[in-house]
């Protein structure tokens, strides 16, 4: 049995294009243990979603493609297996599930919500199609759907944003599945919305006892829920933690603005919120030295000199950042 119930190691996923080459995810490591809660943050087009879609085997091939690196479930290498494969398609669902960007697009608009989720259910679990409705009608009830008899006969139009969001949470937790992943679970919702998701979805996987990865762009969404918080940019992760190192003591740059760029209770008023100057580098030409270098307030000339650095470990524990500043043992440069 493997130590942890989720390991990713050095991960390279890219994109071929006529334009070229396009590194969505590069060298990416990180692990998930049982019954944790794990965040993965960062700007849009960082590699987050991708990240998760190749754990998940569900890269479009053509033009994406999976080139190297392991991911470990329960100590096994699901990338051994061919995307369609049966082990494959036992682990999506039952093992591993997802629950995705948008509803809309996720949910099948021609048919009742109830039709999917009990097809959803007889994939992965030998019953009727009676004892599957029944299941299926505990599981709306459970995620906080009123009328869920009456629901199940609903197609997708008919439910609001958040009541979708819901379906999809159900979907996820009706195989019993060890590890959930949530990606950006609260998508053009409005606040209370996302609060009341955001909600539901932890007290499910708590009641559960499941694994949950939340993928976000919003640090202060996850600070409330994540025990740990690994942040990415430019296809890479470039600091990672407990939620307490993160936000109280922010080491790589990038981390500090976004930080900086949330809206805080205990700030002042009148004080401005501190945005992130420049855009994101194209993937299909990064750098090779940092990649946040020519938006750093902090570069040195050891950060034009030298490549792309490597996730140091500060202090001798599991937080970790990839800046040049840092020599190791948390000492600045």
């Not at 609260?186 to 609060?195: F, W, Y």
């Not at 976004?258 to 501190?274: G, Q, Y």
Request: charged share 25%; proline share 5%; hydrophobic share 40%.
């Amino acid at each position: 049995m493997s130590e942890h119930l989720l390991e990713v190691r050095n991960l390279h996923t890219s994109f071929f294009t006529d334009n070229g080459e396009v590194k969505a995810v590069s060298d990416v490591s990180y692990y998930v243990d049982r019954e944790e809660i794990v965040a993965i943050v960062g700007e849009s087009g960082c590699g987050k979603s991708v990240t998760q879609m190749s754990v998940m085997q569900l890269i479009q091939t053509p033009p994406g493609r999976i080139l190297s690196g392991e991911v470990l479930f329960e100590g096994k290498d699901l990338l051994q297996y061919k995307p369609k494969s049966k082990e494959m398609m036992a682990v999506r669902g039952s093992g591993i599930s997802m629950v995705f960007q948008e509803p809309m697009t996720s949910l099948n608009p021609v048919l009742t919500v109830g039709y999917q989720l009990v097809e959803m259910i007889r994939t992965h679990k030998e019953l009727k199609r009676e004892d599957a409705w029944k299941l299926a009608v505990s599981l709306l009830k459970q995620v906080g759907i009123p009328e869920a008899e009456q629901r199940m006969k609903d197609y997708p139009f008919q439910m609001s944003g958040g009541m979708r969001q819901r379906v999809m949470i159900a979907m996820a937790i009706s195989c019993d599945a060890k590890l959930i992943i949530a990606d950006e679970p609260t998508t053009a919702l409005d606040v209370t919305t996302q609060a009341q998701i955001m909600e539901k979805l932890i007290e499910v996987v708590h009641n559960n006892h499941t694994s949950l990865i939340i993928v976000t762009h919003n640090l202060g969404l996850v600070a409330r829920y994540a025990q740990r918080i690994y942040v990415m940019y430019a296809g890479r992760i470039i600091e990672s933690g407990t939620t307490y190192d993160i936000i109280n003591n922010p080491k790589h740059p990038y981390t500090i603005g976004l930080l900086a760029s949330v809206p805080r209770l205990d700030r002042d008023r009148s004080e401005a919120l501190v945005p992130i100057n420049g855009v994101p580098p194209r993937l299909i030409d990064l750098p090779d030295r940092c990649a946040f270098l020519p938006r750093c307030t902090c570069a040195c000339d050891v950060c034009r000199e030298k490549g792309i650095p490597p996730l140091t470990r500060i202090d001798g524990n599991i937080h970790m950042s990839a800046c040049w500043r840092m020599k190791g043992d948390g000492e600045d440069v």
